[in-house]
Structure formats: structure tokens, C-alpha cells
């Protein structure tokens, strides 16, 4: 069983900076993906960031230049720092790791709240 901990979240003026830690333990078999997705009151999970195998990685249009994910090369953590936070930004964030052969792996979320 895999588990993913998360860890960094907080509540920060806008404009204000946050870095997010998701650690994955237990019986990781061939990682090809982690990321970060949240989910705002009323809104559906959307993906925030993603960092693949070899070490690309995707965003959002919406945090595109203000947010970076980051994987230490072969580790099981995975980081996103975000600057210039807005309210928008606003939600629970949860980290996911994506295995070979389909299996999906969530943690439990953590809250980032942004005041203007």
C-alpha cells in the first residue's frame, strides 16, 4: 500500500508564497507521474500541476509563471511552490502519484486559503 503525506499548507495574504510537500511511502512500484490537484467550495477537482518520469512537467493555464513543481530525481517527494497567490487560489490541494500498470494513489489534502 501506498501512502502519500502532504504538508505546507496554510492561510497567506495574496501575493504571499506557500510551498506544498508531498512525501510517498510504502510500495512504490515504477512511479511515472506525480502532481497536484485541488478542489475549491462548489467547484470540481481540477489539476494543478503535473511532473512526469522524465522530469517534464505541466500546468494549469491559471498558475502558469506563478507556481513550480519539483521532483528530486528518482525520490518519492514531490514539491510545488507557489507564488503571487491570489484568492482564487483558494482550495484543499491534494497530491497524486501515478504508477505503471494504472494504479492512482491520493493523499488526504491539505488546506491553502488566500486572503486579499
Known amino acids: 500500500q501506498v501512502q502519500l503525506a502532504e504538508s505546507g499548507g496554510g492561510s497567506v495574504q495574496a501575493g504571499g508564497s506557500l510551498r506544498l510537500s508531498c512525501a510517498a511511502s510504502?510500495?512504490?512500484?515504477?512511479?511515472?507521474?506525480m502532481g497536484w490537484y485541488r478542489q475549491a467550495p462548489g467547484r470540481q477537482r481540477e489539476m494543478v500541476a503535473r511532473?512526469?518520469?522524465?522530469?517534464?512537467?505541466t500546468y494549469a493555464d491559471s498558475v502558469m509563471d506563478r507556481f513550480t513543481i519539483s521532483r528530486i530525481q528518482g525520490g518519492s517527494t514531490v514539491y510545488l511552490e507557489m507564488n503571487s497567490l491570489k484568492p482564487e487560489d483558494t482550495a484543499v490541494y491534494y497530491c497524486?502519484?501515478?504508477?505503471?500498470?494504472?494504479?492512482?494513489?491520493w493523499g488526504q489534502g491539505t488546506q491553502v486559503t488566500v486572503s486579499s
Open positions: 497524486i502519484l501515478n504508477a505503471y500498470g494504472g494504479a492512482e494513489y
Open positions: 511532473v512526469w518520469i522524465g522530469g517534464s512537467t
Open positions: 510504502g510500495r512504490i512500484f515504477s512511479t511515472y507521474a
